[in-house]
């Protein structure tokens, strides 16, 4: 059974930084791509960024790009969400995937990922 697990999140000023990571097991980690999502209150789950199984690739969501840095380690099954300059519009609940198969295509879709963490809050106060 594959299990996700996200940690980290809190309560951090604007400005400040948070280091949000997840935790997989029950499945060939190292094979697949992995995500994270967030959702604000009131609105619809949105892409944040991702990393394909090897590293090579890391899209950002155009809102993150700069600020936010993915990375995973295959050997703890982890991947991280490096997040600094938070602002009050980054507040959501955050969530990580991973893709349904080892090579997915834009890898900011939710179609294209199957299994999904629980969510950690992230709140940024102005």
């Known amino acids: 059974q594959v299990q996700l697990v996200e940690s980290g999140g809190g309560l951090v000023q604007a400005g400040g930084s948070l280091r949000l990571s997840c935790a997989a097991s029950?499945?060939?980690?190292?094979?697949?791509?992995m995500g994270w999502f967030r959702q604000a209150p009131g609105k619809e789950r949105e892409f944040v960024a991702a990393?394909?199984?090897?590293?090579?690739?890391?899209p950002y969501a155009d809102s993150v790009k700069g600020r936010f840095t993915i990375s995973r380690d295959n050997a703890k099954n982890t991947v991280a969400l490096q997040m600094n300059s938070l602002k009050p519009e980054d507040t959501a609940v955050y969530y990580c995937?991973?893709?349904?198969?080892?090579?997915?295509?834009?890898?900011?879709?939710?179609?294209?990922?199957?299994?999904w963490g629980q969510g950690t809050q992230v709140t940024v106060s102005s």
């Open positions: 995937a991973t893709g349904r198969t080892s090579i997915i295509a834009t890898m900011r879709s939710e179609s294209e990922y199957d299994y």
């Open positions: 029950g499945r060939t980690f190292n094979t697949y791509a």
């Open positions: 990393i394909s199984w090897s590293g090579g690739r890391t």
